[in-house]
């Protein structure tokens, strides 16, 4: 209702955020921890944060996250968090026994200037660190980028804290894809695997944050990439980011410790974008693609040619993450559909947001990305010049329901419904269950809207 109150058309904004288009920085570097093996994330801060970034979590993802807290007092807001950390140190692993703790900053440790590389440092010397295992950190100031940040910095933190060159070359392709589901990471290693190819992959959040229900509650679930995986992932042959602006910094923290040749793709969504992920993933590898994935491919290509009457010439407007919105944007151009806005709340960074939606769309599209890119502005948007489905998260439900305009679910976070972390969106398979889901949308309409004697029993 208060939504109705938004007026239409942009207002002129310097300093000021009207529900954020993005969440905080931690979120991701602690969704990204989960992708190691028998990891407990640490959230350096307050407990109010750490209750923040867990619920987020078990939320969108429907299975209880664990991580740990600093647990900051008015004291360790003063003076620094310091004594709070290495106790919790001694208590984690003592009671929780994880092999690595995987420590991300908070807003306000990092306003003190906490230095974790010190604080970790002075942990091994007074021996709070017992022998085997690991403290890994990222720096994650959430008044800087958005959870997509926080992912690619801990990304980047398993690089810098693990990854080792032997100067023997393992033969295998490390793929480090940007925050997507656990069901996207499981699409993509079934494309490696189906192509024959070795590879490395991490952070892998598959099994982790979508394991199976078995009647057995494990504190650290059976997926995750091993740490030896990753100490191993600078020997690969070549690195692949998968989604610049979340894995792009990992990858080259690969090629400048390790040497290893680095490459970046789109994460592979829609065809456009698998296809030249899986023509990468040949190229390097020196493999042909199988018939089975051809056929995948084939399937793909044979509904979207059968129902384009459905996605042709209808508008779009997407709300989201670069990584996920580049690819989204060229599927809609492959589906015949107008793209009207694009928007997102993470800075794009080096990430060329703008440039590569115009060479697709032209002038006629609107893009915005930045802090200051908000919901407010989205609706804004999409008011002034209604789209016939918006793309996005959860938060646009509001001005859906308001403005009558389908919803397709996509990103990060999803509250109200269930399955992205089992259903995948990457790769031809998942391009398949984004495209029927589109379709649906689209046909459910045709028969809510249509006159008693326009509906069609085959459509
Ligand atoms: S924005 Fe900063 S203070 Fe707020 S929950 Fe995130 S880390 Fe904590």
Redesign the pocket.
Known sequence: MLLRHTPTGLSERKALTINPAK?????GAMYAALGLRNCMPH?H??Q??CA??RSSLTRHYNDPIMSTTSSFSEGSSVFGGQANILESFTNIFSLYNPDIIAVN????SEVIGDDLVQIIKKAAEDKKIPEGKTVIHAN????KGSHVTGYANMAAAMVKYFAKNTGKCNGKITLIPSFIEPSDMSEMKHIASEMGIKYIMYPDTSGVVNGPMDGHFRMYPKGGCPKESVVASGDSKAAIAIGRFGAMSATRLLDTQCKVPVHAVDLPIGITATDIFVDMLRKIAGVSVPESIRLERGQLVDVLCDMCQYTYGKKVSLLGDPDILLPMVQFCKDAGMEVLHVLTGTPPGKVKLEERIRELYGDKVIVKAGLLCDMFMFQQLVQENKPDLIMGNTYCKYMCRDLDIPLLRIGFPIYDRIGQSYVPMVGYRGGMHLLLKILNIFMDRQDRDAEEENVELIM
């Not at 994650?140 to 008044?143: A, E, H, L, Q, Y």
Request: charged residues 0%.
């Open positions: 969440t905080c920085q931690p979120i959230s801060g307050s109010g944060c923040y970034h900053t908070t807003c306000l994650t100031p959430s008044f």
